[in-house]
């Protein structure tokens, strides 16, 4: 359980890293609970028992129905600023990562932030078919690849790194090459191919 500190140390005890996945989205107290006090409990544990590394996730919102969204933008990059707005699910993420961001500049912990928007599974099945495939979408199989690169990678450039982990679009709505770059990893199922699967 994320939000019992003496549980994630005792998991955290003897590992070389971790990977925090922990999310909750509608309800007000657990999002907090869960999205900023888990981290903090995740951060501290991996810190207190000298883990090298640990990589955090969140969400990026493209849309946020306000003026400083990223919606109407192209070309953006991974560690521009989020501005999560009114949205709880957002705000309490938001407050994760900034928690995570002061562990690692302060304690020494190395974190890798992904961030991630939309899902699909390699293969679609038929009645999947004309659901289309937003901007800032991955397969679930390339999201797993993600992680054990994010586990072998060499030491990063920098304590916090922050990654959008996507497919990437012919546009390049949202830049994906920093992944590419410092965790080896790349999309092998291809927005173009997802969207003709779709």
Not at 150 to 177: Q, S, W
Not at 184 to 196: F, P, V
Request: hydrophobic residues 40%.
């Amino acid at each position: 359980d994320v939000r019992d500190y003496d549980q994630v140390r005792q998991a955290c005890e003897g590992m070389d890293a971790a990977i925090n996945l922990t999310v909750v989205r509608p309800h007000p107290e657990m999002a907090f609970t869960v999205n900023m006090i888990g981290a903090y409990n995740v951060a501290k544990a991996a810190a207190e028992c000298g883990l090298k590394r640990l990589i955090h996730t969140g969400p990026f919102h493209a849309g946020m129905n306000h003026n400083a969204d990223y919606w109407h933008d192209h070309e953006v990059v991974d560690d521009v600023p989020l501005h999560p707005g009114d949205d709880l699910y957002a705000m309490s993420k938001y407050l994760g990562n900034q928690v995570t961001r002061v562990f690692a500049e302060r304690e020494g912990l190395e974190v890798l932030t992904y961030l991630f928007c939309g899902f699909r599974p390699r293969e679609i099945l038929p009645e999947q078919r004309g659901t289309g495939v937003g901007s800032f979408t991955v397969s679930w199989e390339d999201t797993g690849e993600s992680m054990l690169c994010g586990l072998r990678a060499p030491a990063m450039e920098n304590p916090y790194e922050v990654f959008f982990i996507a497919a990437g679009t012919p546009d390049r709505k949202h830049r994906v090459d920093k992944a590419r770059r410092l965790l080896c990893w790349q999309a092998r199922d291809t927005w173009e191919a997802m969207y003709r699967r779709s």
